[in-house]
């Protein structure tokens, strides 16, 4: 092996991560991951039951880093309150996702989900809010200023709108929220 080679090799980071996709039933949090994951959407809606656990490994080759991530895609039905707490554990950080078309999703995530993930995580953990379904911007009753409002007041480390079915700034939210982790534990990409 060359010196060259063994630098490299020396060089080479790797970590594994669990976070957490959270918001209310039918805001598009499987379909966010599934296009993150697979690069598919999928017309049909089915709901999650209790939590869908989906490893996907993420490199940043601009840092020769590899990072596994362990995501959670928890339901949102109010019928799995009592277990979801359990799915905390261990978690680094979240992607809090609303639906820009349903307003009430939007209010959810400063009642419901962020309440929860700071009840249940160590305090450094950190999130992402996403407004997602963009593509229907007919129907669109939250404003892109509205939550960038509410990243701001929740102290989410960023904000961003996607589609899912589009695939639209769907790999950018994920690495958003990767990217902080890392520089929370003091890994410099």
Known sequence: MSTEEAKELEEFREFVYKIVILGESAVG?????????????????KPTLGANIIRKDVNLEESNTKIRLIMWDLAGQEKYNVIRSMYFQGCEGALFVYDVTRYNTFDSVKTRWLRDFKKYIRKEGVYVLIGNKTDLADERV?????????????????????????????EDAFLLLVKQILSNHGVIV
């Open 29 to 45: 949090k499987t379909s966010l991951l599934n296009r993150f994951c697979e690069g598919i959407f999928n017309e049909d809606y």
């Open 142 to 170: 939250v404003p892109t200023e509205k939550g960038k409002d509410l990243a701001e007041k929740i102290n989410a480390s960023h904000f961003i709108e996607t589609s899912a079915k589009l695939g639209e700034n769907i």
